[in-house]
């Protein structure tokens, strides 16, 4: 099982326990973004910097994610993507997005970006607090404690 980042958008609190985990877990974590990114000496943490251009980091992600792999991202048509190709994705807030819910997800997230599109404001996500930390550390563990150990 491999760990990828959508690494543009997601906090550096959020990036911070996922180098935490990679290195007391042995997992493999990539993070993909359209920036150059510093991460921690680790055989077990890289950085993937692709080319700008939209969604670019995203279609790279879902080129490379396998069943069982984790994707961490808030971005919708991504996680839907993970999900199709077998993968789990979890978003900053430390939410799973799963077969069940990504299409209302989606559907949630089209109407949003219409009436953007047609002038109305739909305001932004809030900042990440102390309680969506916790609660993205909380299901990463939980996740991690279920998976298979010899893979």
Do not use: W
Not at 31 to 53: C, D, E, H, W, Y
Not at 78 to 98: C, K, M, Q, S
Not at 125 to 139: E, G, M, N, V, Y
């Amino acid at each position: 099982m491999n760990i990828y980042v959508d690494a543009d958008a997601c906090p550096a609190v959020i990036k911070d326990i996922l180098y935490r985990v990679a290195e007391r877990l042995q997992i493999q974590t990539t993070l993909v973004a359209n920036m150059l990114l510093r991460t921690p000496a680790s055989k077990f943490i890289r950085a993937l910097q692709v080319p700008r251009g939209f969604d670019v980091a995203d279609n790279e992600i879902a080129r490379r994610v396998e069943p069982g792999d984790l994707v961490i991202t808030a971005d919708i048509p991504l996680a839907a993507d993970v999900i199709a190709r077998g993968g789990h994705a979890l978003n900053p807030r430390g939410e799973f997005y799963t077969p069940d819910n990504i299409r209302e997800r989606l559907e949630l997230r089209n109407f949003l970006d219409e009436l953007r599109g047609s002038g109305v404001q739909t305001g932004g996500p809030a900042p990440l607090d102390h309680s969506d930390r916790k609660r993205f550390a909380d299901q990463l563990d939980r996740f991690l404690a279920k998976r298979p150990k010899d893979v």
